[in-house]
């Protein structure tokens, strides 16, 4: 195969026209490495090319520990060669092993790129996971891995009409904790043992109760093709236990939670089944303190930092629904129909150890007085936002907080906020973009959601809103212009150290909560408002790519630093000492920054305004 056909096979060439590949592919050197050749010495002379394994492997070595094995197509040498530093690991031939050897200056022009860029980001984020992960003692399986590998035994399954004692029976005699039935050609339904303990024993139904009265039907299936993480994520946000896995239509057995997380003490599903239990505020205050135990464990073993802040999301959901339970026990049924909004990064799902509240309410007030109803939501609100604090969220320090009677409205005060806020925000309203316009339903039966959604879709016909908007998305920095390794604090509390959140990861939800709702979108995590926006032309694919991996890594680098503060006895924070970090990891911030500075360019550009 030619140098140009096999180089378009693999990122970042696939994304390059034809043209542009054939110019790489005419400057390409090759080179043999015998078995045991060291081609980079970590700490050595900088990379002058970026290598390129057209055949063989090469092991990454860090001080002499084998972290990674790299086989045809991957790439290695960018970082040293961008940089002009020594290589930050060693790089030595597992085998006969041939190179394609591209120089410098066709390297930069290719990595500078927004395809290049987002391998390189990824290509380091992989490294970095692979130096920290301890691959002979995980808690955990490979989240990476298909789920359909996971599948331990052929189906165990009963009939519809089979009695409730028989099918408890097999379940006890197969060891399984849940039985699949058949309800049609090609359809199933699941009975589970929480089914029976929940639906038969505690409802007291007889021995001889069909199946078909207590199962659940249909079974939610996956496919066999998607990843475990996937799966998990998806468990522990709908509280499923069980997932039928299906193959080419064809149900091929079960997963469970156990076989996704294990039954361990600092689990998610531990934790989170642990405040849902709890019978008393004080029991899910003294339960929910080991909420940094389950994102050290889920840190240690290499989960997607940005699914790590989802869980933190989850479990805090699961707190405020507890407090809204037992508060509603506390203060009687409300008086009217209401739900509980989460805002701002727990509308996002994107929390960490260092977190604070942000929540609203809202009801439907029919044909009662304000007055009249909203003492009860007060009441109701403050004993939430109080067992919130109680169990390590602080409160927040803006009073962005349903406590606040300013944030407790009815669906029409929230939407006429809303449309004021988009044709004058003032002051108040714009301290309020970043944290009221992201919100999702926790709790309650009133379906707001909708509405909102409406408003947020009629932006488009704002432009002072989004000009508005986009200035905020410019408003702070990221720290582009290095002394030594990178800007820090000049002074007070914080001095030395740099401001993650602040000078990275808001930066990018900004950049992204204005490309969605400048397109209309409703989306809310920051991911998933990137990847909408590409798809309906506010972004470029590249730009969309860039940003990703940048929010990937900076949320990576901010959990570990959380985590090891937490395991110091210190008070989490977003302010992590350069000094600490590896080499890598200083790059990796750098490469980091300079996407977010590139991309508030782009934007500063479009609205026509000069970024200071």
């Keep these: 195969m030619d140098v140009d056909g096999f180089l378009g096979r693999y990122p970042p060439f696939d994304s390059m026209d034809a043209d542009h590949l054939a110019a790489v592919a005419a400057v390409v050197e090759i080179e043999h490495f015998a078995p045991g050749a060291m081609i980079l010495q970590q700490a050595g002379r900088p990379a002058e090319f970026l ?8 092991e990454i070595l860090d001080d002499g520990n084998l972290i990674d094995l790299m086989g045809e197509g991957e790439s290695f040498g960018a970082w040293s060669m961008l940089a002009g530093f020594g290589p930050t690991a060693s790089v030595r031939a597992h085998e006969d092993t041939l190179c394609y050897l591209i120089p410098r200056e066709a390297a930069v022009d290719l990595l500078g790129s927004g395809a290049g860029l987002a391998h390189v980001m990824s290509s380091l984020r992989r490294r970095l996971g692979r ?13 990476y891995r298909k789920v359909g590998t996971l599948v331990r035994r052929p189906l165990v399954t009963c009939e519809q009409s089979d009695p409730v004692s028989s099918a408890a029976a097999l ?3 197969e060891r399984v904790s849940c039985l699949l039935v058949s309800t049609g050609p090609g359809t199933w339904g699941i009975l589970t043992d929480r089914d029976l303990r929940s639906r038969v024993v505690a409802e007291r139904k007889g021995p001889d ?4 009265e207590v199962m659940t039907a249909p079974a939610v299936t996956v496919s066999s093709e998607v990843l475990a993480g996937e799966v998990l994520m998806h468990m522990l946000e709908d509280g ?15 997963v469970t939670d156990t076989d996704l997380m294990g039954i361990g003490l600092h689990t998610p599903f531990a934790f989170k089944s642990a405040i849902e239990r709890s ?3 004080d029991e899910m205050v003294e339960g929910a303190r080991t909420l940094p135990d389950v994102v050290a464990a889920l840190v240690d073993a290499s989960v997607d930092p940005v699914d790590v802040g989802h869980v933190v999301g989850l479990t805090i959901d ?8 037992l508060g509603v026990g506390r203060f009687g049924d409300p008086p009217v129909p209401w739900a509980w909004l989460a805002l701002g990064s727990a509308a996002r799902q994107e929390q960490a150890l260092h977190t604070d509240q942000d929540h609203a309410l809202v009801y439907d007030p029919q044909d009662r007085s304000i007055e009249e109803i909203d003492p009860y939501f007060g009441d109701l609100a403050g004993f939430v936002t109080d067992g919130l604090e109680a169990a390590g969220i602080p409160r927040c320090v803006g009073d962005v907080m349903a406590a606040n009677g300013a944030l407790r409205k009815s669906v029409d005060g929230w939407v006429a906020a809303f449309h004021g806020w988009m044709v004058e925000p003032g002051v ?7 944290i009221v316009f992201d919100y999702r339903r926790v709790a309650g039966p009133l379906e707001a959601e909708t509405p909102f959604d409406g408003a947020v879709r009629s932006a488009p016909g704002q432009p002072m809103f989004l000009r508005h908007l986009s200035q905020r998305a410019l408003d702070q920095k990221p720290p582009t212009g290095f002394f030594r390794d990178l800007v820090v604090e000049a002074k007070g509390e914080h001095a030395g150290r740099l401001d993650i959140k602040h000078g990275g990861i808001t930066i990018i939800g900004n950049l992204a909560r204005t490309y969605a709702i400048g397109a209309g979108l409703t989306e809310k995590r920051t991911i998933a408002r990137l990847e909408a926006a590409a798809a309906s032309g506010a972004i470029d694919e590249e730009s969309r790519d860039e940003l990703v991996e940048a929010f990937r890594f900076l949320w990576g680098v901010r959990l570990e630093h959380q985590v090891r503060c937490y395991r110091a006895g210190e008070l989490p924070d977003d302010f992590i000492n350069p000094t600490e970090l590896g080499q890598v990891t200083r790059q990796g911030l750098k490469e980091a920054f300079r996407i977010i500075a590139r991309a508030q360019k782009a934007l500063a550009t479009k609205i026509g305004v000069s970024l200071r």
């Design 51 to 58: 290598y390129v394994i057209r055949k063989g492997a090469v």
């Design 131 to 143: 130096v920290h992960e301890n691959v002979e003692d995980r808690s955990q399986p490979d989240r």
């Design 171 to 173: 379940m006890a005699r």
């Design 209 to 212: 109760t069909p199946v078909a």
């Design 240 to 254: 499923y236990h069980h997932f039928p896995v299906a193959e080419n239509g064809r149900v091929i057995g079960v």
């Design 279 to 281: 019978g008393s505020r």
């Design 318 to 325: 699961a707190m405020t629904r507890k407090l809204l339970d």
């Design 428 to 434: 108040h309203g714009s301290e309020l973009l970043s």
